[in-house]
């Protein structure tokens, strides 16, 4: 079965550049959720849409961005790079805006090293 | 706000023995609670989900957790470890976007 696909897998970028992130959901699910790990954390919920329009947000700095196609993948878009940036993000997909009785589905992540 | 706690940071089994990863939530409502267990430099996987419907949850790989209302816990649980289960465990609650626990790691020893 098709699963969220995330790419690139791996990312070096350097401090102040900027970095897209892309995210291919499931087919046919409709919401998009963006999640940052660091280091021996938890995953932290960024941004998420639901038919192209944001649903919700968390702890999003002001220098990402992220939006919602028409065919669903959403791209998260990371400008002004901090080494704090360094991290595991993940994207998630969905079949509805909740989460009530439908899991959502990982993709494996893109690791994102700045130096 | 809904939220949970996972009460250890690591759990340390030998293969063979019970498996019990804790998790209290807090929540206003009846919430919806699921199990992702993470492998090194994996992706997040789903054990399992509660959502109000039976109270005992069975899962992949032999995992269960059980929904106690009364002590608002969603404890993971497997009546044996095997070696492959050494991972990050997350327990999270949907509000709805997904609310996650800060993990337990599972060693899993000879």
């Known amino acids: 079965a098709a699963g969220v696909i995330q790419s690139p897998r791996h990312l070096i970028k350097e401090k102040r550049e900027t970095a897209t992130l892309k995210c291919y959901p499931i087919?046919?699910?409709?919401?998009v959720y963006w999640y940052q790990q660091g280091p021996g954390q938890d995953p932290q919920f960024l941004i998420s849409?639901?038919?192209?329009?944001?649903?919700d947000k968390g702890s999003i700095p002001d220098r990402f961005s992220a939006q919602q196609f028409s065919d669903y993948h959403s791209e998260l878009n990371m400008s002004s790079l901090e080494l704090g940036d360094s991290a595991l993000y993940f994207c998630?997909?969905?079949?509805?805006?909740?989460?009530?009785?439908?899991?959502?589905?990982f993709g494996q992540g893109t690791r994102l090293t700045v130096v | 706000a809904q939220s949970v706690t996972q009460l250890d940071s690591h759990v340390s089994v030998s293969e063979g023995t019970p498996v019990l990863l804790r998790c209290n939530y807090s929540s206003s409502y009846s919430p919806s609670l699921f199990w992702y267990v993470q492998h090194p430099n994996k992706g997040l996987q789903l054990l399992l989900k509660?959502?109000?419907?039976?109270?005992l949850v069975k899962g992949i790989n032999g995992f269960e957790a059980e929904f106690k209302k009364s002590e608002t816990s969603f404890h993971l649980t497997k009546p044996s470890a095997h070696m492959s289960d050494a991972a990050e465990y997350f327990c999270?609650?949907?509000?709805?976007?997904?609310?996650f626990g800060a993990g337990t790691r599972l060693a899993v020893h000879p």
């Open positions: 849409f639901y038919e192209k329009m944001q649903s």
């Open positions: 087919p046919r699910h409709d919401t």
């Open positions: 509660y959502t109000s419907a039976a109270t």
């Open positions: 999270v609650v949907s509000d709805p976007k997904l609310i």
């Open positions: 998630a997909s969905s079949l509805g805006q909740g989460f009530q009785g439908t899991e959502a589905f």
